[in-house]
């Protein structure tokens, strides 16, 4: 090993635990198999309690499937250490469709605090504006979070919040002002090292390209429109829309026509609708 070498390594082993920096933090959550889940999970947890919180990781939230390491040991309960009665918030799949909290992270792609006065992020999202948060600490089970959404390929959705550990707190803008972009960072290389891990298959052929065509055909097709409607709006002759629509699902695997809609959406084909 080269004098250069060792000496970065005695940098490393030097760093006081607290003290690393935001690249150093990037590497201890990261995932790069299965076995390494464990210790960036308990990195994580550290990382948090640091400042004065504790995890609570979802990494699918349309999933009732939790989250373990390569053991099978279940995150959130004995790294992240929600072992209290009442606290095992995971098993509830209600929690999906009914907390606040999964639920905006539907809407927003960046980190927010929440608590029963509302949601509080970087800019106005009417979505959020809108949504009900009457009874807000029964249905997300905390006073206030801290919350980073992570938007993964294929359309799933993974929901983390950061509890304060001083349960009665229900102002956490200091803590998101001052930790929000670095637990940001964190959550979003370790849930995306954790699902890539996990993953076994491919759920769409990686190398599927749609044509310009096939893209416009399914963008009409995707707000109803008939074949023969698209046929007029392109100036197409029906056969030639059919062809262009169902050579996208075979492009896509898709047994049928709202199959391969919603794939071409999960590849962002298609763009975003209100």
Not at 70 to 93: K, P, Q, V
Not at 112 to 126: I, K, V
Not at 128 to 146: H, P, Q, S, T
Not at 250 to 266: P, W
């Amino acid at each position: 090993m080269s004098e250069e070498a060792v000496s970065g390594n005695v940098v490393e082993l030097r760093t006081p635990l607290g003290r690393e920096n935001a690249s150093q933090l990037l590497e201890l959550v990261t995932i790069r198999c299965l076995e390494d889940i464990h210790d960036a999970a308990v990195a994580m947890a550290r990382i948090a309690q640091e400042r004065g919180l504790q995890v609570a990781m979802c990494d699918d939230i349309s999933s009732k499937e939790p989250m373990v390491d390569a053991e099978g040991t279940i995150l959130n309960a004995d790294i992240f250490r929600w072992l209290d009665e009442g606290a095992r918030w995971w098993e509830d799949h209600r929690l999906a469709l009914h907390s606040p909290l999964p639920r905006a992270c539907r809407y927003e792609s960046e980190p927010f605090w929440a608590n029963r006065h509302g949601f509080h992020g970087y800019w106005r999202n009417s979505y959020l504006d809108d949504m009900d948060i009457v009874d807000f600490e029964r249905r997300a089970l905390c006073k206030a979070a801290i919350v980073v959404p992570v938007h993964l390929p294929f359309g799933q959705i993974s929901a983390n919040s950061f509890i304060s550990m001083d349960r009665e707190k229900e102002d956490l803008s200091a803590e998101f002002a001052e930790h929000g972009n670095l637990l940001a960072q964190l959550t979003r290389r370790f849930v995306a090292g954790y699902v890539q891990a996990h993953r076994t298959k491919r759920r769409i052929r990686s190398d599927c390209v749609l044509s310009k065509r096939e893209v416009e055909c399914l963008r009409w097709a995707a707000i109803g429109k008939t074949d023969k409607e698209i046929s007029m709006i392109l100036g197409r002759s029906h056969a030639t829309i059919r062809y262009h629509i169902h050579r996208a699902g075979e492009k896509l695997d898709s047994v049928n026509r709202a199959q391969t809609i919603f794939k071409a959406g999960q590849l962002g084909y298609l763009g975003a609708s209100d």
